[in-house]
């Protein structure tokens, strides 16, 4: 009571009510207030939706780092109504916003989003639900559960397995290998990793996985403590897929140099080239050797949704753990992921009780809790999005979007390879595309210069959206394609900028 008087007489000329009432609460002023806010947050979308034709404004980092030079947030505070600060943010942000929704937009793997999924966001943040136990959940928790069994089935993992919602496929990969390094430790030396820490031995420790596949693996390594030295690249096929003989090479070699092979990660659905690594065959290489087997499907995972294209998972049943992003193929906003394991007894090395959150008695009363399962905390009830999809649209409409994004990629190889001024890399197995401007093949031209300059050009310009890689030390450029409402004019369009680009390189070169 003292605090509140205090803070009202510090904000001379404000009455309760109107300090009060930014709070979500059931009060009626201040309901009224959340439904006006909410109402005028909408129109400001709508409006963007109706100004924004094309991916990008081409506003240049000067120009967007003065705007920022002139705010200083504590000058502002109180008084700016919630109209001027979606105007404000209109010229900070909004105007500017790279938007993932566009058609032309084809650059890195961000899918357009669904309104069901949009819906839930405002119950999930308004309600504010934490799904870390029974307690702060309730009813949520059982969603959360249904999607993890949902998708157990889909992967094709036995009852006992288990999952958890995370924040991304960075997430999810690092409890894959997590959960691969401690089972390791535990099998091996007979000890807690969790307890006792590493053994002297974990600076050997190896984990195969492809030359393509996603840098999160490296990184994961280094945190997991393992260094990223215990990541052997294994070279790749034409296809740009894990080569088996080659991994049984790469175990072999460092088996005889004194490393100690843990576990090994295919990939379904890499990055650049949305290759899928031979998963049947790597299960059968990591059952001989006994190692783990984990599948990043963070691109791939939304196969699963495909009658016609699920196939391509097959194997995937086959491992220890998964990584599946729904923010990438289910069409989901981001955050919206899933860790997946094929025997839940090994949630058992990251599980951890603490009285007063989730205690072995509230365990033993049969509650339950999702903390024991995540490496998070407070965690976002991120699973309502996806429950509120399949509610409303069902598996089979995402599944159609599926097939629809994988034939317009092959149109479009088609197309890129046609028009006889691309060199094409890759057929793509689901929809990513890399490729290069070369006119004249054959000739002593720079080849990554041109490249490099064509995708900088149309970021800058922000009719089109297009991403860049390399490959073999080349500059390559890459379209991954995840809109269903995108079309091959689309595309058309897209490569005729490409080329518009190229030819003033070479004019002005
Ligand atoms: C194959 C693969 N794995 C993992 C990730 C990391 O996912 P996130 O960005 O959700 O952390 C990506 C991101 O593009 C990816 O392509």
Same mark, same amino acid.
């Given at each position: 009571?003292?605090?509140?008087?205090?803070?009202?007489?510090?904000?001379?000329?404000?009455?309760?009510?109107?300090?009060?009432?930014?709070?979500?609460?059931?009060?009626?002023?201040?309901?009224?207030?959340?439904?006006?806010?909410?109402?005028?947050?909408?129109?400001?979308?709508?409006?963007?939706?109706?100004?924004?034709?094309?991916?990008?404004?081409?506003?240049?980092?000067?120009?967007?780092?003065?705007?920022?030079?002139?705010?200083?947030?504590?000058?502002?505070?109180?008084?700016?109504?919630?109209?001027?600060?979606?105007?404000?943010?209109?010229?900070?942000?909004?105007?500017?916003?790279?938007?993932?929704?566009?058609? +032309?937009?084809?650059?890195?793997? *961000?899918? #357009? $989003?669904?309104?069901?999924?949009? &819906?839930?966001?405002?119950?999930? @943040? /308004? =309600?504010?639900?934490?799904?870390?136990?029974?307690?702060?959940?309730?009813?949520?928790?059982?969603?959360?559960?249904?999607?993890?069994?949902?998708?157990?089935?889909?992967?094709?993992?036995?009852?006992?397995?288990?999952?958890?919602?995370?924040?991304?496929?960075?997430?999810?990969?690092?409890?894959?290998?997590?959960?691969?390094?401690?089972?390791?430790?535990?099998?091996?030396?007979?000890?807690?990793?969790?307890?006792?820490?590493?053994?002297?031995?974990?600076?050997?420790?190896?984990?195969?996985?492809?030359?393509?596949?996603?840098?999160?693996?490296?990184?994961?390594?280094?945190?997991?403590?393992?260094?990223?030295?215990?990541?052997?690249?294994?070279?790749?096929?034409?296809?740009?897929?894990?080569?088996?003989?080659?991994?049984?090479?790469?175990?072999? +070699?460092?088996?005889?140099?004194? *490393?100690? #092979? $843990?576990?090994?990660?295919?990939? &379904?659905?890499?990055?650049?080239? @949305? /290759? =899928?690594?031979?998963?049947?065959?790597?299960?059968?290489?990591?059952?001989?050797?006994?190692?783990?087997?984990?599948?990043?499907?963070?691109?791939?995972?939304?196969?699963?949704?495909?009658?016609?294209?699920?196939?391509?998972?097959?194997?995937?049943?086959?491992?220890?753990?998964?990584?599946?992003?729904?923010?990438?193929?289910?069409?989901?906003?981001?955050?919206?992921?899933?860790?997946?394991?094929?025997?839940?007894?090994?949630?058992?090395?990251?599980?951890?009780?603490?009285?007063?959150?989730?205690?072995?008695?509230?365990?033993?009363?049969?509650?339950?809790?999702?903390?024991?399962?995540?490496?998070?905390?407070?965690?976002?009830?991120?699973?309502?999005?996806?429950?509120?999809?399949?509610?409303?649209?069902?598996?089979?409409?995402?599944?159609?979007?599926?097939?629809?994004?994988?034939?317009?990629?092959?149109?479009?190889?088609?197309?890129?390879?046609?028009?006889?001024?691309?060199?094409?890399?890759?057929?793509?197995?689901?929809?990513?595309?890399?490729?290069?401007?070369?006119?004249?093949?054959?000739?002593?031209?720079?080849?990554?210069?041109?490249?490099?300059?064509?995708?900088?050009?149309?970021?800058?310009?922000?009719?089109?959206?297009?991403?860049?890689?390399?490959?073999?030390?080349?500059?390559?450029?890459?379209?991954?394609?995840?809109?269903?409402?995108?079309?091959?004019?689309?595309?058309?369009?897209?490569?005729?900028?490409?080329?518009?680009?190229?030819?003033?390189?070479?004019?002005?070169?």
């Amino acid at each position: 009571m003292l605090q509140k008087s205090y803070a009202h007489q510090l904000l001379d000329g404000l009455t309760k009510d109107q300090l009060y009432k930014y709070i979500f609460s059931e009060l009626p002023e201040n309901k009224a207030y959340y439904q006006k806010s909410m109402n005028q947050a909408v129109n400001a979308i709508v409006e963007h939706l109706e100004n924004r034709n094309e991916p990008f404004s081409g506003a240049s980092l000067e120009e967007v780092k003065v705007r920022f030079s002139k705010i200083f947030i504590d000058d502002t505070g109180y008084g700016a109504t919630l109209h001027e600060v979606l105007d404000e943010l209109k010229e900070l942000y909004l105007n500017d916003a790279i938007s993932f929704h566009n058609r +032309k937009y084809v650059a890195h793997l *961000n899918c #357009p $989003i669904l309104t069901p999924a949009l &819906a839930a966001e405002v119950i999930i @943040s /308004s =309600i504010n639900t934490s799904m870390d136990t029974w307690d702060q959940s309730a009813g949520g928790t059982f969603i959360e559960l249904k999607l993890i069994d949902w998708t157990l089935n889909k992967i094709g993992y036995p009852v006992d397995s288990d999952g958890i919602f995370t924040s991304g496929g960075t997430q999810s990969n690092m409890m894959g290998l997590l959960l691969a390094r401690d089972h390791f430790i535990h099998q091996r030396y007979k000890i807690d990793p969790k307890v006792d820490g590493l053994p002297p031995e974990a600076t050997r420790f190896r984990i195969f996985c492809s030359e393509v596949s996603h840098f999160s693996l490296k990184k994961n390594a280094a945190l997991l403590g393992l260094g990223q030295k215990s990541i052997v690249s294994v070279p790749v096929n034409e296809y740009y897929q894990m080569d088996t003989h080659t991994l049984i090479h790469a175990i072999e +070699k460092e088996r005889l140099s004194g *490393n100690i #092979p $843990i576990a090994i990660v295919g990939t &379904a659905g890499t990055t650049d080239f @949305s /290759s =899928i690594d031979p998963l049947s065959d790597i299960a059968e290489v990591a059952e001989t050797y006994n190692l783990w087997f984990h599948v990043d499907a963070a691109y791939g995972g939304g196969l699963v949704l495909s009658d016609k294209h699920c196939y391509k998972l097959k194997g995937i049943e086959l491992s220890d753990s998964a990584t599946i992003d729904y923010h990438k193929t289910f069409f989901q906003p981001v955050s919206s992921s899933g860790f997946f394991m094929r025997n839940k007894t090994h949630v058992d090395y990251i599980k951890y009780h603490a009285d007063y959150l989730n205690s072995k008695e509230q365990e033993e009363e049969g509650l339950p809790n999702m903390v024991k399962k995540s490496i998070q905390t407070t965690r976002r009830f991120d699973a309502l999005k996806l429950w509120m999809t399949l509610r409303m649209m069902g598996r089979k409409k995402l599944g159609q979007y599926i097939d629809d994004i994988i034939y317009l990629a092959q149109q479009t190889a088609l197309m890129l390879r046609e028009r006889g001024k691309f060199e094409v890399l890759n057929q793509p197995e689901i929809s990513a595309i890399v490729f290069r401007y070369n006119p004249i093949p054959g000739t002593r031209i720079d080849l990554c210069s041109v490249n490099a300059h064509i995708r900088k050009a149309m970021f800058n310009e922000g009719k089109a959206l297009i991403a860049s890689t390399k490959v073999k030390g080349q500059v390559y450029l890459k379209f991954t394609l995840l809109n269903p409402l995108t079309e091959l004019k689309d595309l058309e369009e897209i490569a005729d900028i490409i080329q518009k680009h190229g030819e003033e390189y070479f004019r002005n070169n």
